[in-house]
């Protein structure tokens, strides 16, 4: 039985259910088994149906960023999309992607809350 994904996004996903791998997500990718819920294709096509729309929406705003031909043309570039053969192995690099692409997202705004506190704290000695 694939695992049940409830929450209502990748990124409330993440923090819920993995947030002690995240800098791991994004240091070596899901391909390596890292992520428990997305190693087996049932779990990882049960992710690609359960966010389906973020995950086009995150594809399609990367594309729109990136500028590349179309976005089957990004997706071409994802480490594994050489190896793909079937509508299966399509989901699984689409919900690895979408997981390293939202650690990838959680990590930058954690540095960039991170750099505002500091700059705030450097503020605040200025003023006293």
Same mark, same amino acid.
């Given at each position: *039985?694939?695992? /049940?994904?409830?929450?209502?996004?990748? &990124?409330?996903?993440?923090?819920? /259910?993995?947030?002690?791998?995240?800098?791991?997500?994004?240091? =070596?990718?899901?391909?390596? %088994?890292?992520?428990?819920?997305?190693?087996?294709? @049932?779990?990882?096509?049960?992710?690609?149906? &359960?966010? &389906?729309?973020?995950? !086009?929406?995150?594809? !399609?705003?990367? !594309?729109?960023?990136?500028?590349? /031909?179309?976005?089957? =043309?990004?997706?071409?570039?994802?480490?594994?999309?050489? @190896?793909? %053969?079937?509508?299966?192995?399509?989901?699984?690099?689409?919900?690895?992607?979408?997981?390293?692409? *939202?650690? =990838?997202?959680?990590?930058?705004?954690?540095? @960039?809350?991170?750099?505002?506190?500091?700059?705030?704290?450097?503020?605040?000695?200025?003023?006293?």
């Amino acid at each position: *039985m694939p695992v /049940e994904f409830k929450q209502d996004s990748i &990124k409330e996903w993440l923090l819920a /259910e993995n947030p002690d791998i995240i800098e791991e997500i994004v240091e =070596h990718g899901c391909s390596g %088994g890292i992520v428990p819920e997305l190693i087996y294709y @049932a779990d990882t096509s049960a992710f690609y149906e &359960k966010y &389906k729309d973020e995950i !086009w929406q995150r594809l !399609w705003d990367s !594309w729109s960023d990136w500028g590349g /031909e179309s976005p089957l =043309h990004l997706i071409s570039t994802f480490n594994g999309a050489d @190896a793909v %053969g079937s509508d299966e192995q399509f989901r699984n690099l689409l919900a690895w992607w979408a997981c390293e692409d *939202m650690a =990838h997202e959680i990590i930058a705004d954690r540095d @960039a809350d991170l750099e505002a506190q500091a700059d705030s704290l450097v503020s605040t000695d200025a003023q006293t």
